[in-house]
């Protein structure tokens, strides 16, 4: 019966020592699971060099408490990370903290979705408009300052939005998110960034033979038709520049449609070579458009009767903009300009002619027109742009999305310069005789425009991160073969003043944290719980006296020798 007795006790206390056990994993599990609070991608602020000198932010990893822009006056944030959603950004106030250097866990930046690959909804025009303005500000700011701590940007939800709202709360009664009174913290564990080693640029050249007359030996005069395809902004992983320059490459691939139907019927040839230029390397320099064009034979070169670049036209409203380095006395440039002109008076738009003369003293080129003009090749770039931008200025930045470009300006666009090519090609200047007339087998589709438009607006193409097989790279060389004679790549190596560094997109965790205050309180009512518990066990198991006996001093050495 003894045994039987002490069995059942043995059982009894181990069933009890099991209730423990599960009692404390169900507790750690509840404490895991409320932790999570939301996991958004975000996308870190470009980091690079320039001549030695360090820009945007230095670092990727974040393990720091949340603040919001209403934190109490005196906060110490050098372990905070600020919250700042676009629509209430203070740029004067970020301004002020990035070129003080205060210190400062972090920042993240929340963008509306107008600004985000998918079509962003009906926003007010104004609001959009100002949104737009505030942001290319904020980008300037960033892309030209050294940072040293992670910056990120990620668009507004409903999970996003639900923590600032908790943390506004939270900030504005005078209770920051510390280690001692807990709140939100987010969480990036991602390594540090590194170089990236011996980034590539790729050109890509489609070529239209012209037809030659019987027995007629020499080299037929080319046209170029030129636009650089990659971007640069705050974001590279956002960087998707659908005006710039998107909407130039999907106005040169229109363009050598049309022309490819054109060139089809030996009737309908040209007498001129059709040169159609896909360059990268734009915002650095027009790096990749420098090497093309040393690509290119004496006999190739000399014989390019002018180039045509195609930059920024797809948020134009009635005037455009044609650039160039030659005085616009020069012969060439009037007879450009006044083939433009007389197709844009009859489409009752305007043309206007800037000109800049090209310092060859100074590497820095300002439109891509000048790479040639540095050969002495004829060409002008045409722009809705008037003015020269600054370097990595109006390349593609976070503001530059589908929702600000047009695809019936490009349309437009397209019509003027095919049309102007095709007068000059055939010889019908001063002429009015439209051969992309609307309705007709040649004339501009604009479902083809909005197609690439869309796919150019959900494609980041910062050339450093685009490797030369790049599915968009290769999509963009099976569109110029399909519709010119031969198609040929060119890969080099960006070089220049620029080294980049990775880690441009990552996933971040936003965890809700208890205060020490509350974790020390658990931990004692746990404690508790499991003392009485055991000493329970102890006495319904073994007897009040061996309970005690477990607390009583053992006896000396002394008193049991005696």
């Known amino acids: ?86 629509r209430e950004l203070n740029i004067t106030f970020v301004r002020e903290y990035i070129n003080q250097k205060k210190p400062l866990g972090g920042l993240l930046f929340l963008l509306p979705d107008i600004f985000s690959f998918e079509n962003g909804g009906n926003k007010q025009v104004h609001e959009k408009e100002q949104l737009k303005n505030l942001l290319a500000e904020l980008e300037q700011l960033l892309i030209h300052a050294n940072i040293p701590y992670p910056v990120y940007f990620a668009f507004e939800n409903d999970e996003i939005d639900t923590v600032l709202a908790d943390i506004k709360k939270n900030d504005a009664i005078g209770q920051p998110a510390t280690a001692t009174t807990g709140g939100y913290k987010l969480v990036i564990p991602t390594p540090e960034p590194k170089k990236v080693a011996s980034p590539t640029i790729t050109n890509i050249q489609g070529w239209l033979s012209g037809l030659k007359a019987d027995g007629d030996t020499n080299q037929l005069p080319t046209i ?39 060139y089809s019927n030996p009737k309908t040839r040209g007498r001129y070579n059709l040169l159609f230029g896909l360059t990268s390397g734009g915002p650095y320099n027009y790096n990749g458009t420098q090497k093309w064009l040393r690509s290119f034979d004496q006999r190739l070169r000399e014989s390019i009767d002018y180039a045509i ?148 607006s959900q494609t980041p193409r910062v050339a450093p991160f685009l490797s030369k097989n790049d599915p968009f790279v290769m999509a963009l060389k099976k569109e110029l073969t399909d519709h010119t004679d031969e198609v040929n790549m060119q890969h080099e190596v960006l070089e220049g003043v620029f080294t980049f560094y990775d880690s441009t997109s990552a996933r971040l965790n936003i965890y809700q944290v208890a205060s020490v205050t509350f974790d020390l309180l658990l931990l004692l009512v746990l404690g508790s719980y499991l003392i009485v518990l055991f000493s329970f066990l102890v006495i319904t198991t073994r007897g009040l006296d061996d309970l005690i006996s477990l607390f009583r001093r053992p006896p000396s050495r002394k008193v049991k020798t005696a």
């Open 309 to 456: 670049c195609l930059n920024s036209i797809g948020s134009w409203d009635n005037e455009l903009w044609i650039h160039v380095s030659k005085p616009p006395e020069n012969a060439y440039i009037k007879q450009i300009f006044e083939g433009f002109s007389n197709v844009a008076e009859e489409m009752d738009i305007k043309v206007g002619l800037k000109h800049k003369k090209i310092n060859i003293s100074n590497p820095r080129v300002a439109r891509e027109h000048e790479q040639f003009s540095r050969l002495r090749v004829t060409a002008a770039t045409l722009s809705e742009i008037s003015t020269a931008p600054e370097l990595l200025q109006g390349t593609g930045g976070l503001y530059d999305s589908r929702q600000f470009v047009n695809e019936t300006a490009i349309t437009r666009g397209v019509k003027l310069v095919a049309e102007s090519l095709a007068r000059h090609i055939y010889g019908h200047q001063g002429k009015n005789v439209q051969i992309f007339a609307d309705g007709g087998s040649l004339a501009v589709n604009p479902a083809y425009i909005q197609s690439w438009l869309d796919l150019l």
């Open 1 to 86: 019966m003894a045994l039987s007795k002490n069995s059942g006790g043995h059982r009894g206390m181990q069933e009890s020592m099991y209730s423990v056990i599960a009692l404390v994993f169900i507790l750690v599990a509840c404490v895991e699971l409320c932790d999570a609070a939301a996991a958004i991608d975000v996308y870190r602020l470009i980091q690079y060099d320039m001549s030695g000198s360090a820009y945007g932010s230095r670092f990727a990893a974040l393990n720091h408490h949340a603040a919001s822009l209403h934190f109490p006056p005196g906060a110490d944030l050098s372990r905070a990370v600020l919250i700042i959603p676009l």
């Open 224 to 262: 170029a038709i030129v636009a650089s395809y990659d971007t640069f902004g705050a974001a590279p992983a956002l960087s998707v520049g659908s005006d710039s320059n998107g909407s130039g490459v999907v106005a040169l691939l229109e363009i050598a449609r049309l022309f490819s139907l054109l």
